[in-house]
């Protein structure tokens, strides 16, 4: 079975600092590209980074270009985020997703999202 | 930025087809991808790349892209198509989600 299971939201002051993690199965992970996304309580959903599937391009949405760092560990199976300088605003349930199809060096305006993780969630109060 | 635009809300009698857009400048000449997600549960991809469907959608959903407008059709609506639907474009090296629109099915 196909899955990805996301670990490590948790309640953080406003400019501390987070890692969440993606463990993916069911599927051979370094062939895709990989995505968080992120949805804030009662909100849409909005895209927050990618990273190709051999981790050698990555893109990140001007709400957290500079503070949020993507990576894998293709070796593990693992997708991270790495936040900093969090702010309230970056309050919300964290998605991992992964491409639709395989080998997108970041550039895929074709590729959907076909499977999602159940996401987790990060709360940034103080 | 490129701006996804939906309708809050939509409403469909039970068996009925509802029809949900998205507005976008152009968008006729991008790739559109659609998202179905229930209360408390992860996004489900429904349609991509305008108008192909995943394996496990039903034949129900269908898309369609043209102009300044896309469009999620789904036909002979049923209680469990009650949900959010999102469209989503990439554009100048970003993903872009409409705001999403909630389906009632009356």
């Known amino acids: 079975e196909v899955q990805l299971v996301e670990s490590g939201g948790v309640v953080v002051q406003p400019g501390g600092s987070l890692r969440l993690s993606c463990a993916a199965s069911g599927f051979t992970f370094d062939d895709y590209a990989m995505h968080w996304v992120r949805q804030a309580p009662g909100k849409g959903l909005e895209w927050v980074s990618l990273i190709s599937w051999d981790g050698g391009s990555t893109y990140y949405a001007d709400s957290v270009k500079g503070r949020f760092t993507i990576s894998r560990d293709n070796s593990k199976n693992s997708l991270y985020l790495q936040m900093n300088s969090l702010r309230a605003e970056d309050t919300a349930l964290y998605y991992c997703?992964?491409?639709?199809?395989?080998?997108?060096?970041?550039?895929?305006?074709?590729?959907?999202?076909?499977?999602w993780g159940q996401g987790t969630m990060v709360t940034v109060s103080s | 930025s490129y701006e996804l635009t939906q309708p809050l809300s939509v409403s469909v009698a039970l068996g009925q087809t509802a029809r949900i857009t998205c507005g976008g400048n152009n968008i006729g000449s991008k790739n559109v991808h659609w998202y179905q997600q229930k209360p408390g549960q992860a996004p489900v991809l429904v349609i991509y790349?305008?108008?192909n469907r995943p394996s496990g959608i039903p034949e129900r959903f269908s898309g369609s892209n043209s102009g300044n407008t896309a469009t999620l059709t789904i036909s002979r609506a049923q209680a469990g198509d009650e949900a959010d639907y999102y469209c989503q474009v990439w554009d100048s090296s970003t993903w872009v989600f409409g705001g999403g629109t909630k389906l009632t099915v009356l």
């Open positions: 997703a992964k491409d639709i199809e395989a080998y997108c060096g970041g550039d895929c305006p074709l590729d959907a999202f076909d499977i």
């Open positions: 790349r305008d108008s």
